[in-house]
């Protein structure tokens, strides 16, 4: 089986994340992973603030977003790993750095690094998740709503996601992964999981295929024909 993470934030990209790339590479090597998706947060205020304060500059801030999944890629080579790219966006419509919700997080599967550097600031500024989903259609993504039962979180219009991430693993987050799973069963959408890693010891989560994708876009593919395993438990 192939052991991959779906819900990963690394320390210059994610302003929660701890971890560099070279010690997230071994982390997971010891932990007998496969793969990675990257799933650095993409909002404004962590692009504006966060990500131009690491490097210095707003000119170049959608390439300087990748620069931890760059890092890592190389980290993890070393090890056999694959690393995939992805987001945990939250498009101004649903950032939590608003007065009002809604407030959801999105992870974006199949998007490539150039996709986002085509597409960055667009994605910012969808005016709403119909929008979003829209726009994922045309370019081969899915959308998978994360943790959505969290006390922050307020609930979306599932019409317009392809998938629940029934299993978030963040070992100091509340998510309610029974009620999520619950939900993405009786509205028949995508299932998926993830350990939601920030640190050492974070990690235990993610799904088993029967194979290795060949790309992000062929990881969609394995998504939507569901054949294969959410871990559950870490």
């Known amino acids: ?57 707003r000119l170049n ?70 929008q979003f989903h829209d726009w994922a259609e045309k370019n081969g993504c899915l959308l998978v709503v994360a943790h959505p039962y969290r006390s922050i979180c307020t609930e979306i219009d599932y019409k317009y996601v392809d998938g629940i991430e029934i299993a978030n693993l963040h070992p100091y987050q509340n998510s309610d992964n029974p009620r999520a799973e619950r939900v993405c069963d009786e509205l028949g959408l995508i299932p998926t999981g993830g350990s939601d890693f920030h640190c050492e010891g974070g990690q235990g989560g993610g799904i088993l295929l029967k194979r290795a994708p060949k790309d992000e876009r062929d990881l969609v593919e394995i998504l939507k024909s569901r054949d294969y395993e959410v871990i559950k438990k870490r």
């Open 61 to 130: 801030v959608m390439s300087d977003f990748m620069h931890d999944y760059r890092e890592l890629k190389d980290a993890c080579a070393k090890y056999g790993i694959d690393v995939f790219f992805g987001l945990e966006a939250a498009p101004d419509f649903c950032t939590y750095y608003k007065y009002e919700p809604p407030y959801a997080e999105i992870l974006v599967y199949g998007i490539t690094p150039e996709l986002l550097l085509k597409d960055g600031y667009d994605i910012l500024n969808f005016d709403d998740l119909k």
């Open 1 to 57: 089986m192939y052991k991959l993470e779906m819900h990963l934030h690394t320390i210059h990209n994610s302003h929660c994340g701890q971890e560099e790339p070279a010690d997230i590479a071994r982390i997971y090597a010891e932990a007998g992973y496969n793969g990675i998706v990257v799933t650095n947060h993409f909002n404004r205020t962590d692009l504006f603030g966060y990500v131009a304060q690491q490097f210095g500059s």
